[in-house]
């Protein structure tokens, strides 16, 4: 039980502990509210010691429903957090350095018993603040709760709300799966060849490091499946598809690229957006704008009738528009604000 940790143990150890370090400065969850009066989506976020993003505009919807105001001084957890995450942190590392398999079982059980209470303890303020309702609110519908999921969607009146964990909650995760990688590794070393377990380890870390970072493009389309944020229909037609990442990477995907410029013609302009049309020769490929060229015309027949396609090649244009006689038009025409 005393001997000292695998060299791959230790690296493990001390990346986990590096991750909660960095937690503890970036926000470990956050709360997307959707709804047709806020095109851009709010957002709160959640840090280890304070509240950020769209506050003050969900304390003030929070006010005509009856739902308490949010203010990080009245959370005990926002003090004490940061020094909980920062001493896993210290003894992950520690464990590393100076530790044996004993402190490796142990470290695990804390941490995954921590996990535990942190997302009762989040649960339970959710349930509170959900339920807790001013009976004389301007807005009051008999039985109806404002508890915002735990994780993943739930539509509450007009709003989707999204509760998913943001960069610090995915490096709590990370964390918290190389300290398994560790104690793995303590418990298989001798009923193993260094060798295979050397080449597991790499693979288990390089798989977590890959899986912890999210893709970055666009969302493929799903046909039939996904909905057309403006008209509301089934995307079928993947020809004329289109899709939007607004600057704070909240998708919308159309299914006719008159859809996204009667969405586009309400936002406030944001430079970060991200703009993605299907290149009508290649179904459901999703080539970003600047890359595009369009052509309208009757003869193309989109779904809801804006008769635009684009084309990665000018040449494949010309070749589809010698039985369209369609006209070649300008991006910036399309997209004026």
Not at 24 to 39: C, G, K, S, T
Not at 104 to 110: K, M, Q, S
Not at 170 to 184: C, E, N, Q, R, T
Not at 256 to 272: F, G, I, M, R, T
């Amino acid at each position: 039980m005393n001997a000292r940790l695998s060299t791959y143990s230790v690296i493990s150890l001390i990346l986990a502990g590096l991750s909660l370090c960095i937690s503890i400065f970036v926000p470990i969850w956050r709360i997307d509210l959707d709804a047709p009066q806020y095109p851009e989506g709010l957002r709160l976020l959640i840090h280890a010691n304070k509240l950020g993003g769209d506050v003050e505009i969900v304390n003030g919807l929070n006010h005509y429903i009856g739902m308490k105001t949010l203010h990080a001084e009245e959370f005990i957890e926002f003090t004490v957090l940061p020094y909980i995450i920062g001493f896993f942190a210290l003894l992950s590392i520690i464990t590393g350095l100076r530790g044996n398999k004993k402190w490796v079982f142990t470290l695990l059980g804390l941490f995954v018993l921590f996990g535990i209470l942190a997302m009762y303890d989040f649960w339970s303020w959710e349930y509170e603040y959900g339920h807790n309702l001013d009976p004389n609110a301007a807005i009051v519908v008999p039985g109806m709760a404002y508890q915002p999921p735990l994780i993943g969607f739930k539509q509450l009146l007009n709003f989707g709300a999204y509760s998913i964990p943001d960069i610090g909650g995915w490096l709590f995760i990370l964390a918290g799966l190389l300290m398994v990688v560790a104690s793995y590794l303590e418990f298989k070393k001798n009923k193993f060849p260094s060798g295979t377990v050397a080449k597991v380890t790499v693979f288990m870390v390089i798989s977590l490091l890959f899986g912890a970072c999210g893709p970055s493009g666009p969302e493929p389309i799903e046909v039939h499946k996904d909905l057309c944020h403006h008209c509301k229909m089934n995307i079928a037609d993947t020809r004329f598809a289109a899709e939007l990442i607004t600057g704070k990477g909240r998708v919308y995907k159309f299914d006719d690229v008159l859809c996204l410029q009667a969405y586009v013609s309400d936002l406030v302009a944001d430079p970060k957006a991200e703009v993605y049309i299907c290149d009508y020769a290649d179904p459901g490929h999703l080539t970003p704008l600047d890359s595009l060229v369009f052509v309208q015309g009757d003869a193309i027949q989109s779904p809801m009738r804006g008769n635009i396609a684009a084309f990665r090649d000018e040449k494949q244009l010309q070749e589809y528009n010698e039985v369209w006689k369609g006209i070649q038009i300008d991006r910036g025409i399309i997209f004026a604000q």
